[in-house]
Each structure stands twice: as C-alpha cells, then as structure tokens.
C-alpha cells in the first residue's frame, strides 16, 4: 500500500481508495486461509506469513526484483496455524496455533530459521503471539481463557506468567509504546489491562523445577466492563501519544501521564477509541465510538500506523480495509 | 433449519425434536438470531456437528447482517460449554468448514434442508 502523499500534512482529510495502489499480490501462498502477516520490524523487507496449513512462509524481495519470494518455510504446527509475529529485534519469530502451542523460531542469519523452543503449556488454541516493544519477552493469548508471558533463562524459554481473569477466549493484545502495560481483549467482551505486580512471584511454576527462573507477577490494573462491547472484541491496539514530547511514564508529574489511545474492533461492528491516562492509577475512557465502521459486519483487526500517530487501519467481514485518522 | 438432516438417523433436526420454534429467537431489528437445540441424548457425539450444520445453513441464507449465536440448550448435554464455545467461534467454525471431508458431511445432512 503506498500513501500518495505525506501522511503528516493530512489534516485529517478523508482519503479516497484511489490514493492507495495495491503493489503486489502473492497468489497461492499458501494451500488455506493466509491467517497471519508480519513484516520484519527492522528492515521492513521480510514477511512472515502464517497460514491454516500449519506453515509459516517469509518472503523477501530480491535485491533488483520487484516481486516476492518465498525464502523458507517453517514447519511444525500439526494444524492451523494462528499468529505470526517478529521479535523488536528481528532475530526471532514467534507462531501459534490450533494445537494449543507457541513455537519460537531464530534466524540463522542465512534467511533460514531454526526452532529454538516449542512451549506447549496452554490447554487449548493460540490464538495470538505478540512480543514486547523491546525486551525479548513473548504473550500468547488463548481460547483457554488465559495469557502467557514467555522469557528465557539462557536460551530456555519457560512459562513466566499465566494471567487469569478474562472468563472467555482471549482474541489478542497489544503492549503501551514504553512497554510497561499490556492491553488484552477477549470473547468477554472485555478489555482488561495488565501491568507488572509489585511483589516477585516466587509461587510461581516457573521455580518448581531444579533451576531458579525468574516469574513474574502481574495485575490487572483497569477493566473495560462488558457493558460497553456488545459481542466479542477481536483485536486491539495501542498507538502512542501524538505528543512525543509527553513523559513517557508518569513520575512525579502531577497532572499525569498520556498513554495514548486504545482502539478496539469488535463483532458489534463498532470501532471505540479509548483514552489512557495514568495518574497513579490508570484510567481508560472511551472517546470516540464509529458504530457500522465496516457496514453490517464484524470488525476483525485494528492497527495503529506506528509512524503516524492518528492513523488507524481496520478491517473486516464486509471484505475491506479502511485507513482512519483520529481528529483530537 | 428445520429440514436439516440429522447425521446419524433419516429423520430431519425437527421430527427429531432437536430443533423447534420455542427455542428459537429473532430480533429483526437488532439483526440478531439465537437457536438453542437439543441434541437427542446427553452425550451425543454429534451435537458440534449438528450445530454446524445449522451455522452453515443460515451462513448460506440470511442476510449477511445478522449475528448467529447457536447454542446447546441448558442441561441437555454433558458438554455443553464445550460445544457451545466451539459452534461460536468463528475462527474455528471458518477452519473447520476449510476441511473437505467435514464439509461434504455437512453439505450431505444439508442437502434436504432447501
């Protein structure tokens, strides 16, 4: 997608589809539903691809080439394959599927990636990987109704923290921009927010075994009631204040700090924009509702541009993908 | 949904009584439809399958607008929650119908249904 001029003069101005050119199309990528997409956070000129066929493909552009190919193929999962998602760093990849694992994949430097752990401690379907925005710390959000927080202890990757609460599936998160809270949303019609407690957790599986291994523990610090979302909440994300002079954390700021906004996209066919601020505690406030966001149908993911902040891109059942900006 | 096939008996999800009318609601309005059934016995291993034949029977017939939620009815089966959480997630209902063999079952208990 190609924006035909700098998103930053928008003014939030409406853009019509004709500015936006589709570059290219990969036909028959893969043998069934193409889940899952990632670009390569670093270069941006890998993508990950993960699909109901159980593989997980990249795919890089040649040097002088204008099309992509596929480079490797990862396989393992022994059905769908749910969420595909690249480390800060670019050096790992991690996947999540039906079979009720989360395989974490490194790249050897050669375009190919060698599986490093295959953690399987959920009970039932990932649905979601997602990795800190600069640690190299792993979620995984199931249809067991929990999430997983995922560290290593000298390349052993175990289980820091399991995180209770949503009642349902739960369809995905996303991290705040300092990486210090985590958003989840789930078939509850929840969204819940989670930061690290302020005790360590000793009782936690983690430290069962012979070797000492750090756990975490978390809380869940703000709820959005079921009340708000009608059906269940598919996806969110969390985009970074537009100020980027804010602090970043609160301090000793008596006014508070500005943690962005929130979006969520929902099977009420309703985008919500939610406020986040923290002062001492953390609110979460909804500030916008776009009900029929994509007609009569469920809206299936939302994304924040990571580049410009009010911009959003949606998509869902109606078959499209519709780019937003948030006037303040 | 009422001419739906059962799987295993060649008598329709209506003469079975594993669907009727009371327990089914409509909310033109709100677009929204909810269908309790009944499977026959508490056990039975075909109600996830039942359900999906009548998910995919109306996929194919109502209007797109409308939001379906299918669910055992309480106290009818020992694994209700299971089935239930299954028949409506739509991730797993859109793999589940990616399945060639699964699908032509269904396209069988289906074929009288029109």
Partial sequence: ?328 | IRKINDPEHPLTLEQLRVINCEHITVDDAASRVVIEFTPTIPHCSMATLIGLCIRVRLLRTLPERFKVDIRVREGTHQSEADVNKQLNDKERVAAALENTYLLDVVNQCLATAA
């Fill in chain 1, 1 to 328: 997608m190609e924006v035909d001029n700098d998103a930053s003069d928008r003014d939030g101005h409406r853009s019509t589809s004709e500015s936006w050119q589709c570059l290219e199309t990969i036909d028959n990528a893969h043998k069934r539903t193409v889940r899952s997409v990632a670009f390569e956070p670093t270069q941006g000129r890998a993508l990950a691809t993960a699909s109901f066929d159980g593989t997980t493909a990249i795919w890089e552009k040649g040097p002088n080439d204008e099309t992509y190919d596929c480079v490797a193929t990862l396989e393992g999962h022994e059905n769908e394959a749910k969420s595909v998602a690249w480390s800060a760093s670019g050096q790992l990849l991690a996947t999540c599927g039906r079979d009720k694992s989360v395989w974490i994949w490194e790249s050897n430097g050669e375009g190919d990636f060698d599986c490093i752990s295959v953690l399987m401690e959920h009970t039932q379907d990932v649905k979601m990987v997602l990795w800190h925005p600069s640690e190299e710390l792993l979620v995984s959000f199931s249809y067991d109704n929990t999430i997983r927080i995922w560290k290593d202890e000298d390349d052993d990757w175990y289980s820091a923290a399991t995180l209770t609460g949503h009642t349902s599936t739960v369809w995905g998160g996303a991290f705040s921009h300092n990486g210090k809270y985590l958003a989840s949303v789930s078939d509850d019609r929840t969204v819940r927010v989670w930061t690290w407690g302020t005790t360590p957790d000793e009782s936690s599986d983690a430290n069962a075994g012979l070797y000492y291994r750090p756990g975490i523990s978390y809380e869940c610090v703000a709820t959005v009631p079921d009340s708000v979302h009608t059906r269940a909440i598919y996806s969110v994300s969390w985009g970074r204040p537009p100020n980027k002079d804010a602090a970043p954390n609160g301090g000793d700021s008596s006014s508070g700090s500005d943690l962005g906004y929130l979006a969520t996209g929902c099977g009420d066919n309703t985008l919500r924009i939610f406020k986040v601020t923290t002062d001492g505690s953390l609110d979460v406030t909804l500030t916008c509702t776009q009900e029929n966001a994509h007609g009569l149908s469920d809206i299936n993911c939302v994304e924040w541009n990571p580049t410009y902040p009010g911009w959003l891109a949606t998509c869902g059942d109606d078959g499209t993908v519709r780019i937003w900006y948030l006037e303040e």
